[in-house]
């Protein structure tokens, strides 16, 4: 959901949690966001992102990429 300070809240969600990541607006109008950290960190970080965005929300989906050791901090790409 684009328009609505999706990426700004997700990236201020990310900063309190113990994730690393981004989140990035997709060209059909909808949101990418990949984290990586311990399961309980990203179970948080997307239950806050529920929690702020609810309303916003009409479908999610999660997939397990390979962890990327060399990432740092959650940034916000275009």
């Not at 684009?2 to 969600?13: K, M």
């Not at 311990?38 to 965005?53: C, G, H, K, N, Y």
């Amino acid at each position: 959901m684009q328009g609505v300070g999706f990426r700004a809240t997700v990236r201020e969600a990310a900063r309190r949690h113990e994730v690393s990541g981004w989140v990035r607006n997709e060209p059909d109008g909808s949101v990418r966001m990949e984290a990586q950290g311990a399961p309980d960190e990203i179970d948080r970080l997307r239950q806050a992102v529920r929690s702020a965005m609810r309303g916003f929300i009409a479908d999610e989906r999660e997939a397990r990429l390979p962890i990327l050791d060399s990432e740092a901090g959650f940034e916000v790409r275009r």
